[in-house]
């Protein structure tokens, strides 16, 4: 369980409860705002939250390299690469912002109009969720992506993060705040928790009230306390054991690239491969080759015995525990495997349902791949780590769904928001 969580069985103290009953009464009425906001002023305010991240970008740094300070020694060594802020990320974040600024506005838009024998027209409109609370640990970057989603989609947010990254977020929360207010909206349209007391959590998953949906990012034991414990809607997803099938009509060099990205060109993330698929036919031609590049990068091979009989006893011997592990650190599990059916059964049965990837120059069975397995991202021919809000083209990301109702995969403006029908008539009754 994170070190951020509290086993429920006692109420918040009074004075935690108090503070997030305030910020929820405050969201309440900011979200009403928000839902009646135009699409102007969003995006006024999401141009001008961009700005404010960059001009506000030492301040930012400043207190990101105070938390990096206080987590050295405390987090490992993955969990600080997810903490840590620089430049360039902080560019990629108003870059998010303004990309959500510029997708298309869902709420109140109209669909499946349709006149019934009766008369009527039914349709069904986009309309916002409300009060979405978000309860992440380490990355900083969640403040910004989740102000930008959750405001250009209507609703308004009580973020709170882990206390690695209090200093981080709260910078991050100013120039949000700024940003709101440049542009006349309700500055408590995005709130950020400012205690780091653990019972902030279990208060927010109390209020129903207040708050109308939970996500929670981060480690499978916070997702497992917020889905465990919260009193409202969650979208989840508890691991990211993902998964890249190499076939056997695979093209060699296509192969090793994506393998190679898809596990080290970030580890810890939850579409970073753990687990890599070879089929028996090639895996002379191909993992040879492609373990030497892995291990040149670091990466620690754990294989099945046939894995270690082609590359070598030095390769340690993998167990159940490893088909099923999320390392997020520079650890890959590689089985070899007689066909791509042998494949599907094994992401089938150790799967996380989340990313998974075939390598192929087989149409056929590219698409026997992708209609089989049911995971919320399936790729053929391209690296785990494009699944992402930003690569898919979504601005931003409020977190991945493995979730098969509301929302799946990223979840972006659409995942955040709901339908409602509307009828129009001319004095019909029944």
């Known amino acids: 369980m994170s070190a951020n969580l509290r086993e429920p069985g006692g109420e918040a103290s009074s004075r935690v409860t108090r503070q997030i009953r305030s910020l929820g009464e405050a969201a309440r ?30 301040a930012i740094l400043a207190a990101n390299a105070r938390d990096i300070r206080e987590a050295r020694g405390k987090l490992d060594d993955a969990a600080v690469e997810r903490l840590e802020l620089n430049k360039t990320r902080i560019e990629r974040m108003a870059e998010g912002v303004r990309q959500v600024a510029a997708l298309a506005d869902p709420i109140g838009s109209l669909t499946d109009l349709n006149f019934r024998p009766s008369g009527i027209q039914v349709g069904r409109m986009r309309v916002p969720l409300g009060v979405i609370g978000i309860i992440y640990e380490s990355r900083p970057n969640v403040t910004a992506d989740a102000a930008a989603l959750c405001l250009k989609s209507g609703n308004a947010a009580i973020l709170r993060g882990g206390s690695e990254s209090a200093h981080s977020n709260q910078a991050i929360a100013a120039a949000v705040a700024r940003g709101l207010t440049d542009a006349g909206l309700p500055r408590e349209a995005v709130q950020v928790v400012e205690t780091t007391d653990r019972e902030a959590v279990a208060a927010m998953l109390a209020m129903p009230e207040y708050i109308d949906v939970i996500v929670p990012r981060g480690g499978k034991g916070l997702i497992e306390f917020v889905a465990d414990n919260a009193k409202m809607p969650v979208i989840k997803h508890l691991d990211g054991v993902c998964h890249v099938y190499i076939d056997e009509s695979a093209d060699r060099d296509k192969a090793i690239a994506i393998a190679v990205n898809a596990k080290t060109q970030r580890y810890g993330t939850c579409n970073t491969m753990e687990t890599l698929l070879v089929a028996e036919s090639v895996a002379r031609s191909i993992l040879e080759p492609l373990a030497h590049d892995l291990l040149q990068a670091g990466v620690t091979l754990r294989g099945c015995a046939a894995t270690r009989k082609l590359l070598g006893p030095d390769i340690q011997p993998a167990t159940d525990d490893d088909w099923a592990a999320e390392y997020l650190a520079p650890t890959l599990a590689v089985r070899i495997v007689p066909d791509m059916h042998a494949a599907i059964e094994h992401i089938e049965r150790w799967g996380s349902h989340h990313t998974d990837a075939i390598v192929t120059e087989n149409v056929t069975r ?65």
Request: cysteine-free.
């Open 29 to 58: 009425r900011a979200a009403r705002r928000m839902a009646a906001a135009e699409p102007g002023e969003k995006n006024a305010a999401l141009f001008a939250i961009a700005e404010a991240l960059m001009e506000q970008q030492d």
């Open 366 to 430: 590219a698409r026997a791949f992708i209609r089989a397995v049911d995971s919320a991202s399936v790729m053929v021919n391209a690296s785990t780590r494009f699944a992402d809000g930003f690569e898919y083209g979504l601005g931003a990301e409020i977190g991945i769904s493995t979730d098969k109702l509301h929302a799946r995969g990223p979840v972006g403006l659409e995942g955040l928001t709901s339908q409602k029908y509307v009828v129009f008539g001319d004095g019909h009754v029944r």
